[in-house]
Every structure is written in structure tokens, then in C-alpha cells.
């Protein structure tokens, strides 16, 4: 490895390591981006011929007009939940274990959140006037209708998206530093001086932005939570049968804070696999995520239940017709599998420490947790849709080639992003790591053996 | 589905001996205008012969759909026939109940509209703007009625030569990705109420007639203004035997149906 000699003090094997993926790429990264490129390219191919022929190729129709692009939207939303959350609450917590984890979490966050941001654009009818829900001034003086849940949508989805843009980047200054001092080319040299903005690392500078980033995660904790319940009101404030409930604030944000501390640990676990970061990210950490996890799950399924069971025990007609397709009609194995993944076979597993602590386990049993909470996503939306009001008009969905295309096209646009951050940040926040390992370090004072910083 | 209409009937039926009787011309509370429009569909006289439907397609542009589409769910239809059986083979009867859109009072559609593309027009007409609709589609969802419908081809192929010599030239044709629905016949409305105003008067019943009340050869549908006691679709509504679609929702439409004796 040829790296420049190292301007800044420190642990010199703890930059090199988590430096390396960042000044060399390996073939296999250049399959995984090659393969994802493909993926995002035949998608987003997709969406621009559908917008030249029109929704017909589509599987919606009346009167299922929110399909798999609105199941792909909630899930993807829900996806971006666990980072910036979890980052936040662990900071405030001041849970050190978080440390290896947090940058992972926080990319995962505004990737996912790009990815679900264009799912209200891709199932417009008319997506070139998307901007008429923006409240901008013009002659004509008209306004988007704030009592829209969409306007709200816009809204959260944007300050979300900005505020975990921020969030991501603050603690990735000093890192960038560190990169900038590192990087022998002079086209990275340029980059990461300009990423580092002229960062030191004066004590006054550690100050204020450990002060920033204090403010920004108790700031980004409530649009956290509000971000799902808001897309949870897309459904709830509709006058449609098992989507009229107030219950689906609550449980919106609990399926997206398990769908996405699923993605956390896979993730996590292939990072580690891939970089050789065995040394970072422990089976300590993952036993740590898995707990959250499990508590997410027991808690997510309480709320199903919950849901569930008023509604079965009311017997409104209406909301019986939807509960019977989904208990013994087309919708029957969509349900299972979900109940499968999420509830009955993952609380059972993540109730051992010896799953919770064996990556290759949870990898699987997290990818399973999320075809569930996917399966989820899409029975929100659709069987209430299938048989809605007049039996006249109940119809049955079956979404066509392009649902699926638009599908694969977050997974692959999401991977592609995140390999390309790899490659352009260091993946583990290399002086947190740092500040803890001084924290954990002890020091002989005569025969006393203390720690070296106490913290306050 | 059947189930609930019979119970939203008998609902009505025993609210009509109550207070609710007058609810029907009651004012539309904050709209300042002398209009009110609402129809009321007889549906013991109605034989489900569809000439409304066939009206309504012809009097507003709605797009063709051939078989396929239709089969799809992709057909437009601001004015359909339900058709609902009761009973087994001897003993079966038909029920016709003629659907558009209710104009509910408190239309659930538009308030979801983020860009107002729905709104309510102070004589009471559930508005639906063209122009300023993006599809979202959030006002179909929401809709109890299912009686919206989306734009899911090009305007130019709803109307293939030389069908395009047919359009009705007072009635906008719709392009790709916008909702539509029934309008009450609005471009009808408009005509005779510019009309009525230059000469420095009121619409009298009877001026303004949809193309569906104008084609129903049994009578069923009577159009005209709620807020005039005398007009022939407020003597109609009065009747004990008016209840309106799934008004346990609490939308308010001004559609109502009659419904008393054996069909």
C-alpha cells in the first residue's frame, strides 16, 4: 500500500485500514458498481419510457390506482428510518458501542430516502407538473392544498432529507481531513480539501462541532419520527377501509425502525465481511443491533395484533371483506410470509444470543425480515383498494414487468450509491473510533491503574 | 355491498319520519349562492336500460374504450349501472342502481388533492380542474364511490379518426395522466345560468336538464336546484322514501336515491 506519510498524529494502522477502500478498488467492486449501474440504468430506462407511453403499462386500474410504486415508496422510507434515528438516539445516549456503526447507518439513511423520494414522482400521472405541490410563488397565485397528506409528504420527506444530509456529513469532516492528509493523488488531494473545509482540528473546532452534532440529532429525532407517521397519515386520513385507523402512526415508525435496523445488520455484516473490518465491527455490536432489533419486532407485531384484532372483533362490513382476502383469499400467502418473516420465525431467532452473535445468521434472517416488512408495505396498500365501496366495481391487481423493473431500480440505485460512498468517505468514523480507544486506554499512576479520560 | 344499501335504506327510512326531512333544502352553509344543484334517482322506476350511460359518454368526450381495456378496468364511465341480484334462480331479482359522481358536500377526495385540481364551487358542485391536476390518483383512493376515473391513454388515441368529428366542442377532452369525473353536466349549467343572469334572473327548474336526466326515458333522474322548495328535484327529495349512498360515511352527497317498494 503506497500512502502518503501521515501529516496528522495518531494511530497510524486505524487510518490505513479504514483509509484503504478509499485509495484502492479492487476488481470486485467494479462488478458490484458495473452490476448495480446496469440495474439502476435499465430501471430508470423504465420509468422514462413509461412516462412516453403513459400508466397503462402498469398494472393499476381503477380502482387500484396505488400499487407496488406506493409499497415501493413506504418501504423505502421505512428503510431510511434506523440510521439517522439510531445514530441520534445512540449519541444522546451516549452508547460508545454505537461507534463503528454510525456512519454505515447514516449513509443508509439519505441513500434510502433518495430512492424512496422519487416513488411519489414515479407514479404520477402527469410527472412533469410535479412542482404544482410546491408552495413557490407565481402570478396566478395559486398554492399547493396544505391539507393534503402529499403536501405534508413533500415537506417531511424534504426536511428528512436535508436534515440527514447534514447529519451525515458534520461528523465526516475530521474524517475527511484525515483523508485529505493521506491522499496522494492531486485530484483526491482536492477533493477531500475541499469535503474537510479547511478542518484542523483546533480545540475550538472539536468544540463546535461536537455542539453541532449534539443539536442536529436532538433536532433530526423528531422529523425521525415524523417522517413515517406522516406517511402513515398518506393512508390514515383516507376514508378507505383498514387504512382509516388511527393506529398507523405508531405503527408505521416501529415497522420502519425493524425494516431498517434489519438493513443496518446486513449491511453491517457484509461490510465487515468485505473490508476484512473484523477488528471494528464485532459480534458485540451485532448482538447489540439484534437487540434492538428483536425489541422493534416484539413491538411491531403487538401492534399488528392490535390492529388486527379491533378490527376483526368490529366486524364493520366493509373492513370484513379486506380482513377475509387477506386471512383466505389472493392476498393469503403474501400474509403468511410476512407473519413467517417478521413475527414468527425472527422473535423466536433473535431471542438467542448465538443467532444474535453469528453474522452469516442474521444476514440471513434479516434479508427474510425484510421481504417481510416489503410483503407488509404492499398490503397496506393494496387489498384495501381491491374491494373498495360497491362490490360493482371490486376488482383483483396483478402489477406487469414494469412494477417489477421499478423495483429492482431502488435496490440497484441504492447499492450503487453506497458503493460509490465507500468510496468517497471513510466507512467508519475513524475519530470516534479513535476517542473511544483513548477513552477505553488506562493508565498506572504509582500503583494505581486508572482510566486515562474520564468522562463526564 | 347489497347488505349495506338495504341498511343505509332503512336507516334513511327511519330518520325520514324525524328532524332529517328538511335537511335536503337546508343552505349550503357559507357558499352565498342562490344555486344548490342535486338530483335525486328513482330507483323504483329505473329498468337498467343504460341510456344514461350511453348520454353521458356521448354528451361529455369520454374517452373509447374497446373490450380490452374495459376488461382491464381502464374504461372511463362518469355514469355507470350497478347491477346487483338478489335471491337464486326462480326467485331472483335484479337491482339497478344508476352511479356518478355524488358531489358530496364533504367530498373526501378533495381535500387529499395537494394541488387543488378538486374543489367544492359554492352552488355546490364537486369541481374537477384539468389543467391543474398532476395524477396522484390520492382522490380516486379515497373516493367511496369509485366513481373517479384516470387518464391512462393519449387523447388521440381515445379518439381515433373520424371519431374526433363527434367531440362535444363545450367539453374540455382530457389529456393523459389527469382524473376526471361526472361534472353534473357543468358546460349546461354554465350556458343557461350566463343566459339567466343577462336577462336579471334566477334559473327556473326545468332550464337545466343533464344529458343523463334529459335521455332516462322511465324518468328516473330529476336534476335541478335543492335550494328552491318548489323545484321538481326538492319535491322529490322530500319524499320518505330518499336515502343516499353509504351515508354512514358521513360525506353529505346530493345524489339521492328513492327507494320504497318491491322491485
Redesign the interface.
Known sequence: MKLHPPLVHGDDKINRDILRPLFETSWRWWALFGLCLTGFGAGFVTWMWMLGAGMWVTGLHRPVMWGVFIANFVFWVGLSHSGTLISAILRLAKADWRRPITRAAEAMTVFTVLMAAQFPLIHLGRTWFFYYIIPYVNQREMWGNFRSPLAWDLMAILTYLSGSLIYLYLPTVPDFAIARDYATTPVRKKLFTMLALGWRGTRKEWHRMNLAILMLAVLVLPVAVSVHTIVSWDFAMALAPQWHTTIFGPYFVLGAIYSGMALVVTLTVLIRWAFKWEDYITPFHLDKLSKIMLVAAILWTYLWCGDYLITWYGRLPEEKVIIDIKNGGPFFWHQLTMMLANTIVAIPMLAFKKVRTSPWALMFLTIFINVGMWLERYLIAVPTLVQKGPSYTWTTYSPTWVELMMSIYPFAGFVMLYVLFVKMAPFISIWEIREDRVAEAYKTMGQAKLRAIVAE | ????MTATHEAAHGAAHGAAQGAAAAPYEGAGSPYRWGMSVDLDRCTGCGACVVACHAENNLPIAGPI?TD???SVDWM?V???WEGHYPEITAHF?P?MCQHCTNA?CE??????ATYHTPEGLNGMVYN???????C???????VR??????AALNFPEPLANQLNPDVTVR?????EKCTFCVHRIRDVAADAKAEGRLVEDGEIDTACAQSCSANVITFGNLLDPHSKVSKAVASARRFR?LEG?G?EPVVYYLKGGQA
Open positions: 355491498m347489497a347488505d349495506l381495456d382491464e378496468g381502464r355507470r350497478e347491477r346487483y342502481v352511479v373526501p381535500p387529499v388533492c395537494p394541488v387543488f391543474r391536476c398532476i395524477g396522484t390518483q390520492y380516486q383512493n379515497n373516493d367511496p364511490y369509485n376515473f384516470f387518464n391512462w391513454f393519449e389529456s393523459r395522466g389527469v382524473m349512498l360515511l360525506t
